[in-house]
């Protein structure tokens, strides 16, 4: 996190617990008219990775155990920023897709980003049988022509401002001198 001139910017990992309690301090320690600036991991991150260990493990065990930790949608971003107090809130989605040689090169790579999954109710071993049925059903429903197989990464970034006087207000209802139709013209 890095705080500068009234501006706070950071990213977060899977596994951090984005609660309102962590927005609401960073308005606090912010001064007004303040920015927030973030980015973070959204919920389609490693879609193909999670859709295929949901498979492996239902045809091999016959129930589900969580591999990844639950990951955020932007509008739950929106929502979360509104909640703690920050005005005009603006979220963004890339999405970005990396092809890997294989299963197992980006398991490694997953696991050396220290990302592994901090669900409290995982399964601690998964087992050799679920990762080669994983990595089957990987390779078989995700190849691409090359021979990888893309890892899908979804990057939510969000700004937010501290109340200030001088931030743009919403006119009063009723207010407006144009009709909707008329600005088509």
């Known amino acids: 996190m890095i705080f500068l001139k009234g501006y706070l910017y950071f990213n977060l990992s899977f596994y951090i617990n984005f609660?309102?309690?962590?927005?609401k301090e960073m308005r606090r320690v912010l001064k007004p008219d303040?920015?927030?600036v973030g980015s973070l991991l959204g919920g389609n991150t490693l879609m193909e990775l999670r859709h295929c260990f949901y498979l492996a493990e239902m045809e091999?065990?016959?129930g589900l155990s969580p591999h990844a930790s639950?990951?955020?949608k932007a509008s739950d971003i929106a929502g979360l920023m509104q909640g703690a107090g920050f005005n005009l809130p603006t979220i963004d989605v890339d999405t970005i897709t990396i092809g890997y040689p294989d299963f197992f090169s980006l398991m490694e790579h997953i696991k050396n980003m220290g990302e592994n999954?901090?669900?409290?109710n995982r399964q601690l071993n998964v087992g050799k049988e679920t990762f080669l049925a994983a990595a089957s059903i990987y390779e078989k429903l995700y190849a691409?022509?090359?021979g990888t197989i893309p890892a899908t990464f979804q990057v939510i970034y969000f700004i937010g401002w501290t109340p200030h006087d001088s931030q743009p207000k919403a006119c009063k209802r009723?207010?407006?001198t144009a009709k909707i139709?008329?600005?088509n013209s």
């Open 60 to 62: 091999r065990k016959g």
């Open 34 to 36: 303040g920015a927030v």
């Open 70 to 72: 639950p990951l955020a």
């Open 117 to 120: 999954t901090a669900a409290f």
């Open 144 to 146: 691409m022509e090359d």
């Open 181 to 183: 139709g008329s600005l």
């Open 174 to 176: 009723g207010s407006g």
């Open 19 to 23: 609660k309102i309690f962590s927005l």
